[in-house]
Structures are given as C-alpha cells and as structure tokens.
C-alpha cells in the first residue's frame, strides 16, 4: 500500500505580517462558511483517485488555521478520516498563532484526532514582534504552549525568523534560551529572505529599514545550531531541529520527494510523477470545479535532479537507498562529477563503508553555502 501525506490550505488570518508572501486574506472572514464547503467537496472529489494509498500524515497550514472557528477544522479533519484510509500511527498537525488559539480549540483539535500542533513565534522580543507586525506577544506564546500541553500536546513546534532588521544576537539568544525553557520538541529557525511584493521588501529596497547583517545572520544561525543541539535537539534539516522521533514526518515527505496531495486554495501537490498546483483564485476554487495553474508531468532526469536537491536539504543529505529502489541507479555513479565537485569544495562529506560513498551529508560549510548545492542539480 502507498502512502500519501494530505496538506490543507486555510487561507484565513487576522493580519499579514509584513513579510509574509504566503496566499492568506485578513479580510475575508465571510467566506469561511463557503470556502470551508468547497474544500470538504474538494476532498470527497479528490480521494477517489486515491483509493490505493494510505494516508500516513496531515498537515493543516494556511494563513492562520487557529483563527478560524474549530468547528470548520473539526469538519475537515472528519471529511478526511470519511473518505481516505488512514494509518494507525497517523502524524496530524495544525499551524497556529499565538492570540488566536486557546485551550478551547486545543482541546477540540485533540478531539478529532489532531496531534501535533505548530506555534508561530518569531521572536520573544515585543519590539521586533511590533516591527514585524504580529499580533501577540511573548506573554500570549506562553499561554498558549501551556493550552496545548493542558490539552494533552506532547509534540510542539515553534517557528523562529532570525535576520531580521533591528535584531541583535542578544535578542535571538534569549528567543531561543525562551523557546527550550518552553520545553517543546522541535524548532523551526529560518533566515528571514525579504520576498518582493511584501511590505517588508518595500521598506528595504527604500531604504526606510536597513538590510539586515550577513555576518550577524550567521552568527544567528550558528548560534543556533551549537545551543540547539547541546539542548537536546537533532538538526535534521538546514533549518529544523527535533527531539528524536519527533522530526515532521510531513515535512519530510517534501525532502524526500515523497508523494503529497495538496487540497485547497493555492495547495501544491506531487503524485505520479506530476507537479499539481491548485487555483489561486478564491472566486474560481468556490465553484468546485479542480482548475489548477500547474499540471505538469515530470521527466525522470527532472525527478532525480530534484531527489537531489530537496534531499540535500536534510543534514544527512538525499538517501542513496530510496534514491536505488525509486530509479535503480546507483546515486554516487549518476552524480559522481557533481557530488565530487561539492565534496572538493568542502561543501559535503562521503560517508564510506568499504571504501564506497553511502550517504553524503553536509559541512557546516555545506549548511551556510546550501545554495550553492542546490544549483548543481537545478
């Protein structure tokens, strides 16, 4: 039986930060009830094609699922357990924010068998967290880690932004020194990467704010690595650490070019060998007609350049095991030129048994220069 990972778009949130790109409306509440419908007829339709796969992970992001009302997330997670079948070791996250998530919802999401939850901090500095427009403070993370651990949460994330304008190493130190005292299992810290159209780029490329310091931004981020892992918390991923066993399995379906079915507005999924993205039109998904903006079928020599890529964004590097059994090459004589160059350049290690590489994981060289990496195999 193959397995399939489910991601549900909810593109609902109470304010957009000022960085933020992701497809979400502050300003269209109303619709919930509308869009909330299409989406469950979305999965009934949807799951047909899917009667031969089990589904081993959810993960309900957005937008700001907690912002919207649990009974829409309970219908959800119901249409779902209805129509796919499910594993008996199922991951099922939820994203939330701090400032619209209680003990209430916490205790509701638990109900329908939701059991990891994503808390987005960004930092524990209230001017940084006013600059970057959200709509919490520290004070309103920590009650909320203590509703879903009253609830019965024992797998949390935080998400973290470092580089950010105005911020000092000191600032981010005590985030994270905050953010393991919360005593949580898994941490997600990514550079903050201006993307144009945000109010955020606006502000740099006028000049308003200034760029933030590379050299301070890897200080951050090694900081971040060496503290992180004396805490108890494996970096899997260039920018993830997790107590053991509780890597994000989902996410690990992305690295892994594993095959996910993407529901919702702007939802991307990967299956057969085909690259779907939904409509990012909410006028056009409320009809509940399947119109995508991407359908493409990929060639072998594409997949395996993005088995490559994806994989070398988890420390241990892409598998050459899963990379055999999925094109019965072997990976080190398909890339050997590239992955000799990368090693040459002290991007990447080979990891030997017998004298033959059997997993090329990256430097901490490889860790800050991962871009570089990536476009060997683009």
Not at 295 to 324: H, N
Request: proline share 3%; aromatic share 12%; with cysteine.
């Amino acid at each position: 039986m193959k397995t399939l990972g489910l991601y549900i778009h909810i593109p609902f949130c109470v304010k957009k930060c000022i960085y933020c790109d992701f497809l979400s409306f502050p300003d269209r509440f109303g619709q919930c009830e509308i869009y909330f419908k299409a989406l469950e007829k979305e999965i009934e339709r949807k799951s047909k094609q899917f009667k031969h796969y089990t589904v081993d992970t959810v993960f309900i992001g957005g937008g700001t699922p907690s912002s919207v009302d649990t009974l829409f997330i309970s219908n959800i997670a119901i249409a779902i357990k209805d129509n796919f079948k499910i594993a008996k070791d199922l991951e099922f996250t939820i994203e939330s924010n701090p400032g619209t998530l209680t003990r209430h919802k916490c205790l509701d999401y638990m109900k329908v068998g939701i059991n990891r939850i994503s808390i987005g901090l960004q930092s524990a500095d209230e001017k940084i967290l006013k600059f970057l427009g959200r709509i919490h403070t520290y004070e309103d993370y920590a009650d909320s880690i203590l509703a879903a651990k009253t609830a019965g949460f024992k797998n949390i994330n935080t998400d973290l932004i470092f580089g950010i304008p105005g911020q000092s190493l000191d600032s981010f130190k005590d985030t994270l020194h905050k953010t393991v005292s919360a005593g949580i299992t898994h941490i997600s810290a990514y550079s903050l990467i201006p993307e144009e159209g945000t109010p955020l780029f606006d502000m740099l490329e006028s000049g308003k704010v200034p760029y933030p310091d590379d050299g301070i931004d890897r200080e951050m981020y090694h900081y971040a690595c060496e503290f992180l892992e004396k805490s108890g918390f494996e970096h899997y991923e260039i920018s993830n650490f997790a107590v053991k066993g509780c890597e994000s399995r989902h996410n690990l379906k992305y690295w892994e070019e594993k095959e996910y079915l993407g529901l919702g507005l702007g939802a991307s999924s990967f299956y057969d060998g085909k690259r779907i993205k939904n409509t990012t039109d909410m006028d056009t998904y409320l009809k509940g007609k399947d119109e995508y903006i991407e359908d493409i079928k990929i060639d072998k020599e594409t997949e395996m350049k993005e088995f490559m890529m994806l994989g070398f964004r988890k420390t241990k590097g892409p598998d050459p095991a899963d990379f055999k059994v999925k094109y019965r090459i072997d990976m080190y004589e398909k890339y050997r030129i590239d992955l000799n160059i990368l090693r040459g350049k002290g991007l990447i290690d080979f990891k030997l048994e017998k004298g033959k590489p059997v997993g090329f994981p990256l430097t901490e060289k490889g860790l800050d220069f991962a871009n570089e990496i990536f476009e060997r195999f683009v």
